[in-house]
């Protein structure tokens, strides 16, 4: 194929794309498209027959869509580790969606890729440098995309952890010293849910709601517990339920419970400080020892170079 071929074929892929996508956009205005249909009009006055959402349930004509459109929802979430285990990731990395619109945005995402790397062939086609090899480009970009926000949510969610934890010693101090003033439980995580302004006192301020419209307060520190997965906080919400329950001394509790994570943030902090050491060597033995050493050795080379000639 001649070069003027491939950049015809190049320029009618991109027209066509064009047009493909102005066609679409002009049929989803038109009034019979855009418009909801007569059943979602009507759904949310006749609930009995619909879900929570105000969707037709019934079988046939809605509740099949409906059906199609929840495992369109869900069957991505299946593949990635289900709702529940996406659920406890974005409420750990406190992002403020539920998981099926990450998993649109996600989809936006892969969307994105693969237009940008459909951009990136009929660039290089354009230029001359077209193969076969560049129709895996745009795929790879799609699920490089896809990929790339999953870890933005993992990152954001380790990086919070790493502040929850570092909070966790100084919150249980003060809460050990309003419970030895004489104050209750609920109400020392009261106190330091409105004095704190990190990001553990923003999740006991969410237990201290809970318990205000009637759920134990055992039950939310699990809930909170269980959706953060901190080994440390995991710890001392069991020792203090335990505690709670039994009529142990809550404050003596928190006390070791402290001192236990400050123990942990110190060893964090000393493997941290080891892998960073180790880290730094990587500069000192690829840069600065050849530099070293080409500074040492070349004066040598050159005076015998200088010798023989």
């Known amino acids: 194929m001649t070069g003027?071929?491939?950049?015809d074929?190049?320029?009618a892929v991109v027209l066509?794309?064009?047009?493909?996508?102005?066609?679409?956009?002009?049929?989803?205005?038109?009034?019979?498209?855009?418009?909801?249909?007569l059943a979602r009009r009507i759904a949310p006055y006749i609930r009995d027959v619909t879900d929570a959402r105000g969707l037709d349930v019934t079988a046939g004509g809605m509740g099949a869509s409906l059906a199609w459109r929840d495992y369109a929802e869900r069957r991505p979430s299946r593949l990635a580790g289900g709702d529940a285990a996406l659920a406890r990731r974005l409420h750990r990395a406190a992002w403020s969606i539920d998981p099926a619109r990450f998993r649109g945005r996600q989809l936006g995402w892969a969307i994105a890729g693969l237009a940008a790397g459909g951009v990136g062939v009929v660039a290089l086609v354009l230029a001359g440098r077209g193969s076969p090899v560049l129709g895996l480009l745009p795929p790879v970009a799609a699920v490089s995309a896809?990929?790339?926000?999953?870890?933005?949510?993992?990152?954001?969610?380790?990086?919070?952890?790493g502040r929850i934890e570092e909070e966790l010693p100084t919150v249980l101090e003060f809460l050990a010293l309003c419970l030895s003033a004489?104050?209750?439980?609920?109400?020392?995580?009261?106190?330091?849910?409105?004095v704190g302004a990190g990001e553990l006192t923003g999740e006991l301020r969410g237990v201290v709601v809970a318990v205000g419209t009637g759920s134990p307060l055992?039950?939310?520190?699990?809930?909170?517990?269980?959706?953060?997965?901190?080994?440390?906080?995991?710890?001392?919400?069991?020792?203090l339920v335990a505690a709670i329950e039994r009529g142990a001394p809550l404050a003596h509790v928190l006390q070791a419970q402290a001192l236990d994570a400050r123990e942990d943030a110190k060893r964090t902090l000393i493997e941290r400080a080891g892998r960073k050491e180790i880290f730094m060597l990587f500069p000192l033995v690829f840069l600065i020892l050849p530099l070293s050493v080409l500074f040492a050795v070349f004066p040598g080379i050159f005076m015998l170079r200088l010798g023989l000639g």
């Open 4 to 7: 003027f071929a491939v950049g």
């Open 9 to 11: 074929l190049a320029y």
């Open 16 to 37: 066509g794309t064009a047009l493909g996508i102005g066609a679409c956009l002009l049929i989803s205005l038109a009034p019979r498209w855009g418009a909801p249909s």
């Open 146 to 161: 896809a990929l790339a926000y999953d870890a933005w949510l993992t990152h954001a969610g380790r990086a919070r952890t």
């Open 182 to 194: 004489g104050e209750g439980i609920l109400d020392s995580l009261r106190r330091v849910s409105e």
């Open 218 to 239: 055992s039950d939310s520190l699990a809930r909170l517990a269980a959706s953060l997965e901190i080994p440390a906080l995991t710890r001392t919400v069991d020792q």
